[in-house]
């Protein structure tokens, strides 16, 4: 057996570190995950305008528990496909609370434009609004969790 230098094995570690960093950079929720919660924000939204209110209270209950069941498997971030699984050491412990604190500026965006389009004499305000904040998740979701988690850390 060959024995390695300090140079290579220390070149072996940092090529490895980088790669852990590339597989921790990748790690986040299933696009379908994002798509799901755009809808429920659509949804929602048209429920809020032109249903009764017992059925938008309900939905949004509904809609609530079945988020926090999802996302239960999905917040620690280590299944973002379903042929990769990383280490709760390589995902970091930071994507549950960034994607919560996430979901918290998009229902208050959601309720600031509600109230401006409201403010305006717009109808359907619910829908709108909905539509609007739906199609920032959907679209955006991954990409601003990507950035989040950058810039807040692991």
Known sequence: ME???TDQAQAALDRATAARGRVAAEVGLPRGYWWGLAAGWVVLGALGDVGPSWLATTATVAFGVGHSVVAT??????????????????AGHRTAPIVVGMLLVL????????????ADGARHVGTWSGLF???????GGPEILR??????GR
């Open 107 to 118: 229902v208050a965006l959601t309720v600031g434009i509600a109230l401006a389009l409201h």
């Open 133 to 139: 904040v739906g199609a920032i998740v959907g679209f």
């Open 3 to 5: 024995r390695i230098t």
């Open 147 to 152: 950035v989040l988690r950058a810039r807040l």
């Open 73 to 90: 498997r999905l917040l620690d971030g280590r299944r973002r496909t379903a042929k990769l699984q990383v280490s709760a050491a390589v």
